[in-house]
């Protein structure tokens, strides 16, 4: 029998999910705000990785976390209205957002051992 070392582990695979790991990412402040040294004064989300899984979700546990305005520009108050097409990295391109906030895979490292150093 052989083993098809292309196939991720199971936790890695689209769609795996993990509830805990979820509120856990949710519980942490934001890492773009952090970087900057902003004052997070909107609610932490999670975010699941772009750019894997084919247009499905990818697993729970490449997720970052992320403010509303950094995520995707939800809850945002009327004089940051502006920032979000450049904060949002649902609303902004891919590869600006990165070189100003961090890549995606270094945002979720963080993210995985903030939780790691927490339990």
Avoid at 79 to 96: A, F, G, M, R, Y
Wanted: charged share 35%.
């Amino acid at each position: 029998m052989t083993k098809n070392w292309l196939k991720p582990p199971i936790e890695l695979r689209r769609k795996y999910k993990d509830a805990e790991h979820r509120g856990k990412v949710r519980e942490l402040p934001c890492l773009a705000c952090e970087a900057e040294d902003l004052h997070q004064i909107y609610p932490s989300l999670g975010h699941h990785k772009m750019g894997e899984g084919g247009g499905g979700k990818v697993s729970d546990l490449l997720m970052m976390t992320l403010c509303s305005l950094h995520h995707n520009g939800e809850f945002v108050r009327d004089e940051d209205k502006d920032k979000v097409s450049t904060w949002s990295i649902h609303q902004s391109n891919l590869k600006n957002w990165e070189k100003r906030w961090g890549t995606q895979d270094n945002l979720i490292k963080k993210t995985n051992k903030k939780i790691k150093n927490n339990d």
